[in-house]
């Protein structure tokens, strides 16, 4: 499965910003879909996830600001970020783990919030 992540880019502190994951295969087959971000120096979180059936959890720094959604017409997640802050810089990689357990990273996209 590739993985297409667009969507970055600079935004001011309190913005907002929307990531758009494009999978070349039915995401209906895929267990479970999410984004991960990565800043310089630090190790990778993943931040939100979302199932096949459709149910979404969010990490501590994500919860209340972002949401993650899906298209499966479209086979394409969303990652609808508000409130962003400075601490939300960083690479947003799309993400994946099939029923086998595989996990996949795709390339990512750099989201950078300026104070």
């Known amino acids: 499965v590739q993985l297409q992540a667009s969507g970055g880019g600079l935004v001011q502190s309190g913005g907002s910003l929307t990531l758009s994951c494009v999978a070349s295969?039915?995401?209906?087959?895929?267990?479970?879909m999410g984004w991960s971000r990565q800043a310089p120096g630090k190790q990778r979180e993943l931040v939100a996830t979302?199932?096949?059936?459709?149910?979404?959890s969010y990490a501590d720094p994500a919860r209340g600001r972002f949401a993650i959604s899906r298209n499966t017409r479209e086979n394409t997640i969303y990652l609808q970020m508000s409130s962003l802050k400075p601490d939300d810089t960083a690479v947003y990689h799309c993400?994946?783990?099939?029923?086998?357990?595989?996990?996949?990273w795709g390339q990512g996209t750099q989201v950078t919030v300026s104070s």
């Open positions: 993400y994946l783990r099939d029923r086998y357990g595989y996990e996949k």
């Open positions: 979302i199932t096949s059936g459709g149910s979404a």
């Open positions: 295969e039915d995401i209906l087959s895929i267990n479970l």
